[in-house]
């Protein structure tokens, strides 16, 4: 099997763009939520949101776009005849509500999840593979297990992976009316009083290549992908399971591909962490399972609590913010925590980053519908 | 490998075919051939998706009325595969995708892709088109695909004695006409 490196990325939060503004908002535990402007807010429990601060956001094509450039050009990065290109996105809904409205001028191709991923792939000069992955909240880690998957296989070299959400006023608007937008303004991962999550702007792409590819070119690796596994709950169509069966099991398979099946070499694991009712024992749970008796000695952070939910741009942001941890040797804190839920008893790194030598990390996602993700980061 | 132009309505699922087109195909398929669900995975691929949710979900925005979480909920194919997955015992991996050409075959390399692990014996694939409304007219005309005429569906089990695919490609209706191992 190749082994697969990430010699590349371009990312984009609330905070702004590239490694230092996460650095700055991330790692410094700083949250990033305040009223939106972006839409009326008046109908809605909550005005809250982590957004760049524009009345008028880029669009997902832009925003995909510029996150690209920057990526291969850390990469160093041309592209080639088999370059996959595969992107976390539901489509962008701001044009979906502007096609609606009857406003002039709408790229509604860009409702199509799939248009998007030909857009970056014509932009950066790809003509391999193309793929939107729609899963929500793990669509951008399915594209990086996917493009893992072709890379080890020997497939092919190199594939772009991407992930994008803006906040916007039609899932804004659904979960406000779920009540699962947090009362306060603020996201509390694993405390006892958290009250829910907020909606966050994010947009990442990595560039990932075989190892020999990579070194043929002289490019040097940022981080190897060690292991990755899905698994599903088969449990709720909406919550999750509440021992985390499957997202203990997507670890356990990425762990066991990483040739680490007990995780005794994992020095930090980057948590979902969505702040809701029932993902955060849930998640808890799976981690009991999959670390066993060691679960209590493994730093884990949710860096929702500063970013917010990006929904399909969750996966790869948070594995850009793993891989930061792993170059920085510093561990990203859990914000905004107060005092654990009684459920929750593991080291969240509460408040305050920690400087630790990391050398590897897990990253793990979920989604409704009982989808499981995790990434096995190691560095160099 | 079964298909559909039509389903039987899926308790908690409303106001789509989508959803019940993926669960009569997906249906028949794991009915017809039971096996273990801890090895076997879910690909759905859709170009467009559930158009008929989503755009009744941003209708009713505009229109000042309260949003339904439900309709998030369903407009994304997470929903029908964790009810399957449930049903079964799926406990495999989950993916949902969308590709502009070639659906068929991104679904079957997916598939493919997915075989390489030796903790997997099958894949359910399932493909799924609406025929869509204004919305989608409109991407598809900008897009130059060409409108699907009906709703359809198609479910296809892939395991490890399956012939691999033909050159050339498969639309969802190409991947209907596959011939079974």
């Known amino acids: ?380 | 490998m079964t298909t559909a132009t039509s389903g039987p309505p899926v308790s908690g699922f409303i106001e789509s075919e989508f959803n019940p087109l993926v669960h009569e195909v997906a249906h028949r398929c794991l009915l017809e051939h039971p096996g273990d669900g801890a090895r076997t995975a879910l690909v759905l691929g859709s170009t467009i998706g559930d158009s008929t949710t989503t755009d009744l979900a941003s209708t009713l925005l505009i229109g000042g009325q309260v949003s339904n979480p439900l309709l998030f909920m369903q407009a994304t194919s997470n929903a029908i595969l964790g009810f399957l997955s449930k049903e079964f015992g799926i406990t495999g991996p989950l993916v949902s995708l969308s590709a502009m050409t070639d659906l068929g075959s991104a679904l079957l390399d997916t598939a493919d892709l997915l075989l390489d692990d030796e903790e997997l014996d099958r894949v359910l694939v399932v493909g799924v088109e609406l025929t869509g409304n204004d919305r989608t007219a409109a991407a598809c005309l900008e897009l130059g695909l060409e409108r699907p005429g009906e709703d359809f569906a198609v479910a296809l089990l892939v395991d490890r004695d399956t012939p691999p695919r033909q050159p050339g490609g498969h639309d969802l209706r190409r991947l209907a006409e596959r011939p079974t191992p």
């Open chain 1, 1 to 380: 099997m190749a082994e697969v490196v990430v010699t590349g990325f371009g990312v984009r939060t609330a905070f702004g763009r590239g490694a230092d503004a996460i650095r700055r908002g991330v790692f410094g535990g700083v949250p990033s939520f305040a009223p939106t402007t972006r839409f009326d807010t008046g109908p809605y429990r909550t005005p809250n949101a982590a957004t760049t601060g524009s009345d008028k956001p880029d669009s997902q094509r832009d925003v995909l776009g510029d996150c690209a450039d920057e990526a291969v050009e850390m990469a160093g990065f041309t592209a080639r005849d088999d370059t996959a290109v595969l992107v976390g996105t539901s489509g962008d809904f701001a044009t979906l509500t502007r096609f609606w409205r009857g406003e002039a001028g709408v790229d509604v191709a860009d409702t199509v999840p799939a248009h998007l991923v030909d857009l970056l792939a014509a932009r950066i000069g790809a003509a391999g593979q193309r793929l939107a992955f729609t899963n929500a909240c793990v669509a951008s880690a399915s594209a990086i297990i996917h493009a893992c998957g072709l890379i080890a296989s020997g497939r092919l070299e190199s594939a772009v992976c991407g992930g994008a959400y803006l906040v916007e006023e039609e899932v804004f608007a659904k979960f406000d009316s779920g009540r699962a937008l947090s009362r306060d303004g603020v996201v509390r991962p694993f405390s006892v009083d958290r009250s829910g999550m907020l909606l966050g702007d994010g947009a990442a792409v990595v560039v990932l290549e075989s190892a020999s590819a990579a070194r043929r070119r002289g490019a040097r690796p940022l981080a190897t992908v060690a292991g990755w596994g899905a698994a599903s709950d088969a449990f709720h169509v909406s919550r999750p399971h509440p021992q985390g069966a499957g997202l203990a099991a997507a670890a356990q398979r990425a762990l066991r591909r990483a040739g680490d099946p007990d995780g005794l070499l994992v020095d930090y694991v980057n948590a979902h962490g969505t702040a809701t009712k029932f993902n955060d024992p849930a998640e808890t749970q799976g981690l009991h399972e999959v670390f066993g008796t060691r679960a209590d000695q493994v730093p884990v952070s949710s860096t929702k609590s500063t970013t917010g939910h990006l929904l399909e741009a969750a996966g790869i942001v948070e594995f850009v913010i793993t891989l930061l941890a792993l170059t920085d040797g510093v561990l990203p804190p859990t914000a905004n925590f107060t005092e654990a839920d009684p459920s929750c008893d593991l080291d969240y790194v509460p408040n305050t980053a920690r400087d630790a030598d990391v050398r590897r990390a897990l990253n793990v996602n979920a989604a409704f519908g009982g989808f499981n993700t995790a990434l096995v980061l190691e560095r160099p």
